[in-house]
């Protein structure tokens, strides 16, 4: 596999040095296409056929079917990276136990019959017959292939071990909860006051999910209930688990499947994500009740609420044990996925999201064989949902095109998960003394004080949603108030000049003071803007929130102070910087859709929509683009300043008038309303048909080449040889090989070499870490007192290679016969 990558990339280096020698002078500003067309296609079996036929450059999808694969592989003229972000799991509807709207049972409002189902299903058997053998066994929000679980290998194991498939002891918890909550087993199925209990699970039609719906709905029958398979796609399954109210009833398991679009050097806040109301807006989030307990320890993950990386890892474990037992939703696995692509196209995938999920994929592709033209990427899905930037849709395929319009501050390393600046252009970062935190990289400045950093009285702390005006750290703490992070942000001078919206505008403070108002605004009762949903997020944010302030405007230059820290110092720098939870957004265009929301007319959030019954508000197509033409005329006639207390300090009445007659140029000439300043703009959407154009955007402040450093990721090649058997109580040695494309992987490059000892059990014995014998050979010496720890049978010894290069840990295991 990694030899057929290989020479798909020397015949792109071959061609490069001989046919396309692009001079610095040459090369174009934004992407290296002139356009993209992005087209549904929902069937991977004919988006690996287009690609062969060549109608297609590009099949964006993590493919796991091995049938597809052998596809790829038999086809010459396609190319495929590999990655290892895409994951399964079951969703759980967790309303009442009695739905409001049905009157009907749920027996999944209890938490011990969802943590059952932990035992219930049998991962090992879905990872090799459902997937192929193309995924590996999932139990916790952390991902095999990550640090975090290797970090956390022990804990790991404790657990694998606890829930493993166990159907007797899931059908007695099950058993014993349904005769509680008043059910009944007649003639071997369960009834609820008469009625049978029906569980009804919404099951995905395009890929495996089919398969593991079915499986689960066998399982459950086997147990007494009665089960309704409702088969759907995405655009069809959304409305019901994602967006709907989960106390109608309409679904009591949704068949999920997520993709981490970064490498995550630390995913210790997925179990605040996933499994408390603070995740997402939409009404399945909002109805998650975690225990007092688990709320508390997710969210201290969340908040880095913690001094060491020993408190830190007693903070996981402690989450890994009552993500199970509250079991919202339980996870399958983690699949290894290609992305397939041309031999003519190239482009850079990102290790934990492919293609899809890379955010530097429409930043690098290209044509092989020339410097512009076209490419058609095929999709699963294209625009399911609507899109507005802060609660449009969260598909991984709309965000791949959401991505190619935006910029974000920073950027990401698609092998490493570290940040690179991208809009700004370094920053300072000072850390409380003794806080974990590391840097690797030279743009960024590391440095500690003791007890934190003061927060300058004239920070911005909290809102005032009355007086539309922020409140600052001097009101709000008249005492004072310490900070464990402080950063500041230098954006490079002439920003405001070189980088424009896709309408023309030029980029300002005001973009930037806008989105930090919209943290706040719409958690207040008081504003006209407020939404319920944004209330758990923003008291998250506060508990760690101090203070900002933008310190000068030409060029930007932005502090921030939060008790909230990262391991890396180089991750998520708070340039202010205008992207939002589903994608970008100038103050100008976003101010007509508050408009149109303040009216009752339409609503940012899915959640918001449904309570008061009007357009969830999407800014490429649908009702409500007429809505939102009515209140750019509005806006156009008032010279409209939003929040004008405090962004008329940063906008004047002619620069206004100015940004909504190019938003007005713009609607006329593209018809939609979203602007990015990314590398493409929309140029045109079709959702009944399914496509989406991009075009270059030649007004775009950087060359195209600007990434091409990222071209292969370096992931070490591991192999372990030792003896078959070894005596209890005698020394092993174990040999160690560690090399990348035939070559041995540099001892500079390493991080760590290390050796986990298994018994029988699967429990872990002990760590023991390997020394260089010379560059790509290594050698573990297995003490006797160790091996006078095993028992008698099969032991595993797990080799773990860790990289600087790259942030996957690459495990090697290797089975011993240890004997008496």
Sequence with gaps: MQKRILTGLLVFIFVMGVSLAVSADDVPYGGWLDTIIAEEEASTAAGVTKLGTGDLGVYADTITEVDIYEMILENPEILYAESFGSYNELSFNPAGPVFEETGKLNPFAVPRVREAMNWLIDREYMANEIFGGMAVPRLFPITSAFPDYAAMIEKVRELEVTYSHNPELAEEVITEEMLALGAEMVDGVWHFEGEPVEIGILIRSEDERTEVGDYVGTLLEGIGFEVERRYATAAEASPIWMTGNPEAGRFHIYTGGWITTVVARDQSTNWDFFYTPRGLGTPLWQSYEPSEEFDRAAERLAQRDFSTMEERAELMALNMELGLQDSVRIWLVDRLAVNPYRYDVELTADLAGGISGSWLWARTIRNVYEVGGQVSVGLPSVMPEPWNPMDGSNWVFDMMLIRATADMGYMWDPYTGLHHPNIFESAKVVVEEGLPVTKTLDWVELEFVEGGTEVPEDAWADWDPVEQRFITVGEKYPEGVNARRAVTTFYPENIQQDLKWHDGSNFSAADLVWGFIMSFDRAFEESDFFDEAQVPSYESFMDTFRGARIIDQDPITVEYYSNLYYLDAEWYIPSLFPYFAQGPGAWHNMAIGYLAEVNEEVAASSSKADALEVEHLNMIGGP?????????????????????????????????????????????????????????????????????????????????????????????????????????????????????????????????????????????????????????????????????????????????????????????????????
Excluded at 663 to 683: A, C
Excluded at 734 to 747: H, K, R, S, W
Excluded at 748 to 770: H, K, N, Y
Excluded at 792 to 819: D, K, Q
């Design 624 to 820: 409500s683009l007429d809505i939102m033409y009515n209140h750019l005329q509005q806006a156009m006639d008032e010279a409209f300043i939003p929040y004008e207390n405090t962004l008329g300090e940063f906008i004047s009445e002619e620069e206004a008038m100015e940004r909504y007659q190019n938003l007005y140029d713009w609607y006329q000439d593209k018809g939609h309303f979203w602007l990015g300043t990314g590398p493409y703009y929309l140029d045109a959407a079709y959702p009944v048909e399914g496509i989406v154009e991009l075009a270059r955007n030649e007004d775009y402040p950087f060359r195209a080449d600007r990434w091409e450093m990222f071209v292969e990721p370096m992931i070490p090649e591991v192999g372990v040889t030792g003896p078959g058997a070894v005596r209890m109580g005698s020394d092993l040695t174990l040999d160690i090989t560690v090399f990348f494309a035939d070559e041995p992987y540099l001892y500079e490059d390493l991080d760590t070499v290390s050796v986990l000892v298994f018994d029988e059990a699967d429990r872990l014995i002990d760590t023991v870490t390997a020394e260089m014998v010379e560059e790509g050979h290594w050698r573990a010496e297995i003490s006797g007192d160790i091996t006078s720890r095993l028992s008698f049978g099969s032991s595993t010894f797990e080799t773990v290679v860790t990289s600087h290069r790259v942030a996957l840990p690459v495990m090697e295991a290797l089975s011993i016969v240890t004997f008496e």
